[in-house]
């Protein structure tokens, strides 16, 4: 599993197969004798090492989206598909990070972050190797034996985004992972997981409720309608490919795309 | 001591801050009680003195400390058992909802029945030995600890073990060291309720059967209408539960100190 997870993030197969492949994909939830149907026929096709974001308004199906990737929920009718093949059960070759930490509170940061190589059994020595970087390239250096509740909110998710890439990924999904971060703190993440992004080459789907954080980190925004979520628009970024932060705010054609999901989002609230 | 006296100073200001008030009101209690007895508002062969009761307690203490043991023993070896079958109760509830719908009126109903009523049955059954004492204080502290073991397991955040799934983590792994440490808060505190009910249980068994133990200590007592004697007994008894109580608590710290300390960290911040 592992030596073939890392055929397919060479280069040369990149644009072969697509990371994550979405096809006409519905969601119905049974809850009290009501259905609620959460996605209705979302397609969507991401290459590897593709950075996309999603954004729409709240309840439309945005976790429900990548609880369908990570295969911890299957769709009702389409299927999806990561790196060519259907997902049957829960998928083991993606690192996941959640609005909340979720760390475990009696453990230290960087065992925290080893939690994910003790699950998987991976060896001792290159785990701890591998945090120790991930430390590093996080700026968490100096609170490796921090408990949870000694870290702040951005430590915290630092050492959630480590944890979930400890076992480089082809994949991760961020379920708006800053969205408790103040808007300083969030700045900073998202210009780290830029360059995290960058270096690792891991293909992404981040869900987030800011606009701005959707279209900096990007490649392409996917624009989600009200319940029953669907495809609004799936909106390309014409940004260059290594971003700086404040540069990337006052090019035109930021305004231009954060102008355009602005428009989508207004009008799927004001037909809600 | 004085290796370390920034840490163990500091450890002892925080018992004696947390102690104080305790302690006081514990004093006062007594100061009340000497206050009645020495009043003569009630005559002492119905409360007996302060005084009265700590002078029956040295002059037959070797008496006192023999029973004691005999209901430490039980109620320790009672509460060792709950805890036992109660936690592994609750991890086969938790993980099968068949067993739980099988299991829990049974528990409920093992716990609505008053122990003191079946307490000479078991008498009956097993004789006036250990076992029926031993039976009575499982019975009643079983029930808090099976409760909070199973709120323990079931509270763990949902997320936390979607991310196991996605690490490919198996059952048994996620529950090591992640459902049974996240459960752990919630067990302690029904194990400190369970323990001082280990007590009661094991008291009530000697009531109903026994020639040692501090229920036989107060039965005879009782009949002899020694109220001094009566009131060691019971005062021996309270501390019992309080001595394990404290026991408990430390573990608790010793085990959880991630827990414990941001209680602390809460409590200084409220106060
Ligand atoms: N397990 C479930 N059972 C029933 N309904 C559910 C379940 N999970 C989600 N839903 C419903 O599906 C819809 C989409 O939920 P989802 O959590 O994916 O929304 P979201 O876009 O992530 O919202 P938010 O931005 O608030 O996080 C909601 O209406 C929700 O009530
Ligand atoms: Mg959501």
New binding site residues.
């Given amino acids: 599993m592992k030596g073939n997870l890392e055929a397919e993030r060479t280069p040369g197969a990149a644009t072969a197969v697509a990371a994550v492949e979405l096809d006409a994909v519905a969601?119905r939830?049974?809850?009290k004798k009501k259905e609620?149907t959460?996605?209705r026929d979302v397609s969507l096709s991401v290459a590897p090492g593709e950075f996309v974001s999603i954004v729409?308004?709240?309840?439309?199906?945005?976790?429900?989206?990548l609880?369908l990737v990570s295969g911890l929920l299957r769709p009702s009718a389409g299927s999806v598909r990561l790196f060519g093949e259907a997902v049957g059960g829960t998928r083991h070759d993606i690192g996941y990070v959640f609005?909340r930490a979720a760390l475990l509170e009696w453990r230290s940061a960087r065992r925290n972050i080893l939690l994910q190589a003790e699950m998987r059994g991976m060896p001792a020595a290159e785990a701890g190797r591998r945090a120790d970087e991930l430390i590093e390239m996080t700026g968490l250096t100096g609170f490796e034996d921090a408990l949870p509740h000694e870290l702040s909110g951005g430590m915290q998710q630092r050492v959630a985004l480590c944890r979930a890439l400890l076992h480089r990924p082809p994949v991760l999904l961020m379920?708006?992972p800053f969205g408790a971060l103040d808007a300083l703190t969030r700045e900073q993440m998202n210009v780290e997981l830029h360059r995290i992004w960058r270096e690792t080459g891991t293909t992404v789907l981040l869900?987030t409720?800011s606009i701005a954080e959707s279209v900096y980190l990007a490649n392409r925004v996917l624009v989600?309608t009200a319940?029953p979520?669907t495809v609004a628009e799936i909106i390309d970024v014409d940004l260059p490919g290594s971003r700086d932060y404040a540069e990337t705010m006052s090019q035109p054609s930021f305004a231009e795309a954060t102008g355009r999901i602005r428009d989508l989002l207004g009008a799927a609230t004001a037909t809600d | 001591m004085s290796m370390n006296p920034g840490g163990s100073e500091g450890r002892l200001l925080a018992v004696l801050e947390r102690s104080w008030r305790p302690v006081a009101l514990l004093v006062a209690c007594f100061a009340v009680w000497w206050a009645i007895t020495s009043t003569q508002l009630v005559p002492p062969y119905l409360v007996p003195s302060p005084g009265t009761t700590l002078g029956v307690m040295t002059e037959k203490s070797s008496y006192l400390w023999q029973h004691t043991w005999v209901t430490t023993y039980e109620t320790v070896l009672g509460f060792v058992i709950a805890v036992v079958i109660g936690v592994l109760a609750a991890v086969v509830m938790v993980y099968s909802t068949t067993v739980e719908k099988t299991l829990y009126p049974v528990l409920l109903f093992a716990q609505v029945i008053p122990k003191i009523a079946i307490a000479p049955l078991f008498v009956v059954w097993l004789g006036f030995g250990l076992t029926p004492k031993v039976v009575v204080a499982v019975l009643i502290a079983f029930f808090p600890v099976v409760i909070s073991m199973v709120t323990g397991l079931k509270s763990v955040d949902p997320e936390m073990l979607q991310l196991a799934a996605t690490m490919g983590a198996s059952p048994l792994k996620t529950f090591a060291k992640i459902r049974f440490p996240a459960s752990l808060p919630h067990l302690f505190s029904g194990l400190k309720v369970a323990v001082t009910l280990a007590v009661t249980g094991a008291v009530v068994g000697e009531f109903v059967g026994a020639n040692e133990g501090l229920g036989f200590v107060i039965l005879q007592a009782n009949g002899n209408l020694d109220t001094p004697m009566l009131f060691a007994g019971l005062l021996v008894m309270s501390l019992i539960g309080v001595v394990l109580f404290v026991l408990v608590e430390i573990a608790e710290q010793l085990m959880l100190p991630w827990h414990a300390s941001r209680r602390g960290e809460a409590a200084t911040t409220t106060l």
């Fill in positions: 969601v939830f049974r809850a609620v959460a996605l729409g308004p709240s309840g439309c199906g945005k976790s429900t989206l609880k609005q379920d708006e869900v409720h989600m319940r979520g």
